[in-house]
């Protein structure tokens, strides 16, 4: 698969959290996907799994039978690429995320009734003194937090709310 495919798959929020449930579990069916998710019309869900199926994301690793219907259960694929990235491709998945979240936000606070502080809206930047290693061990820190939050299911006072993290190069 090549970077460009990747971006456009990845840049739904709806797959972003389908890819997350299954970093968190490893596999899952589209009923488990579903509790998880329940924000999501199952229409949708099915969809957008399809999506990830043809794009080579997902891959479907188990099959059985349930009440007259097959049942399958997906898991990541390892390595969905056929080639390592160019700088230029990995740039270009930086650029057009940053290019989806400036979207985002700019449909947000078009919307009148948008409260930045009741939607706790948060913008920081903060630069850290860290070797490789304390950076590695913050990262994982930080994966473990959100890996424990992204199998909460929905409804409720629960909303989505997305969280994007960016570690960028120091100045030359």
């Given at each position: 698969m090549e970077y460009k495919e990747l971006s456009k798959a990845?840049?739904?929020p709806v797959r972003q959290r389908i890819i997350q449930y299954l970093i968190s579990n490893g596999k899952g069916t589209s009923?488990?996907?579903l509790q998880v998710l329940a924000d999501v019309?199952?229409?949708s869900l099915y969809r957008h799994i399809k999506k990830l199926l043809d794009t080579g994301?997902?891959?479907i690793i188990e099959e059985r039978k349930v009440?007259?219907?097959i049942e399958k259960?997906?898991?990541l694929v390892q390595n969905p690429f056929d080639h390592v990235p160019t700088n230029q491709e990995i740039g270009a998945v930086f650029y057009q995320t940053l290019l989806s979240m400036q979207s985002t936000f700019?449909?947000?606070f078009e919307n009148e009734e948008a409260d930045p502080q009741k939607d706790m809206l948060l913008l920081q930047t903060s630069t850290l003194m860290l070797t490789d290693e304390e950076f590695g061990k913050l990262?994982?820190?930080i994966g473990a937090l959100i890996s424990a939050c992204s199998t909460k299911k929905g409804g409720g006072d629960r909303k989505v709310r997305r969280l994007s993290f960016v570690s960028s190069p120091e100045e030359r």
């Open positions: 990845v840049m739904n009923n488990e996907i019309p199952p229409a994301l997902i891959q009440r007259g219907t259960t997906y898991a700019l449909r947000y990262l994982t820190d």
